[in-house]
């Protein structure tokens, strides 16, 4: 069974303070890992698809990247809008199935 | 532009009745999705739909759960007899073939009391 897991649960940064969220994950043959971003009452919004180990993708002060275990959200000089839930997921490689397996996402505070 | 939408927003409904909840996928999409996410949970995948039938369901959806693509815009989820465990945000989300990103509508507040 796909496995997700996000740390930690909840980080607070001071305005400008730069981090890091993780995203470990287990999965038979991943076809793509995906970062969402979801305001509270919210949908979550698409920010990146990765889908090899080394790859990297940026937006703005967002950067991810991926090995093969795990991936990486770097927030570069965080604003206070950045305050969001980051969600990660994957995606198998499985020739039918596009489901994605959810982890239970990082909770970013940024203060001003 | 294009995005996915949800109606209603919110919706009450007493225990063991019938809601339809509705969205309208991207114009140019072929795969359709429901997760649902309880309050301070996961989001869980339900079921996914491609060329007029289900591709992939989970667990939870069992026999009181039914979709369907009525026309070329709408896609619907029905819970026949709703339970207060069915009170959750539902979000319809939908993917175009030539990239696996999936982009998800705002969501239904369903809450059963």
């Known amino acids: 069974e796909d496995q997700v897991t996000q740390s930690p649960e909840a980080l607070r940064l001071q305005e400008g303070e730069s981090s890091s969220l993780n995203c470990s994950y287990t999965?038979?043959?991943?076809?793509?890992l995906f970062w969402y971003r979801q305001d509270p009452g919210k949908g979550p919004e698409f920010l990146f698809t990765l889908y090899s180990a080394g790859e990297e993708k940026e937006k703005e002060r967002l950067k991810a990247t991926l090995t093969k275990k795990e991936s990486f959200l770097h927030i570069t000089a965080p604003k206070p809008e950045d305050s969001a839930t980051y969600l990660c997921a994957v995606q198998p490689y499985l020739s039918n199935d596009y489901k994605l397996s959810f982890g239970a996402g990082t909770t970013v505070t940024v203060r001003a | 532009e294009p995005e996915v939408t949800q109606t209603p927003s919110h919706q009450v409904t007493q225990m063991g009745q019938e809601v339809i909840l509705r969205c309208v996928p991207i114009s140019n999409h072929l795969y359709f999705y429901w997760y649902r996410q309880i309050l301070g949970q996961k989001v869980e995948f339900l079921v996914s739909?491609?060329?007029?039938?289900?591709?992939?369901k989970s667990e939870i959806f069992d026999d009181q759960f039914s979709v369907e693509r009525p026309d070329g815009s709408n896609f619907t989820l029905k819970i026949r007899s709703t339970k207060l465990e069915d009170s959750a945000m539902y979000f319809c989300a939908s993917s175009g073939k030539e990239t696996y990103e999936q982009y998800f509508g705002p969501g239904t507040r369903l809450t059963v009391t």
């Open positions: 999965v038979s043959g991943l076809r793509g």
């Open positions: 739909f491609y060329n007029n039938e289900i591709s992939e």
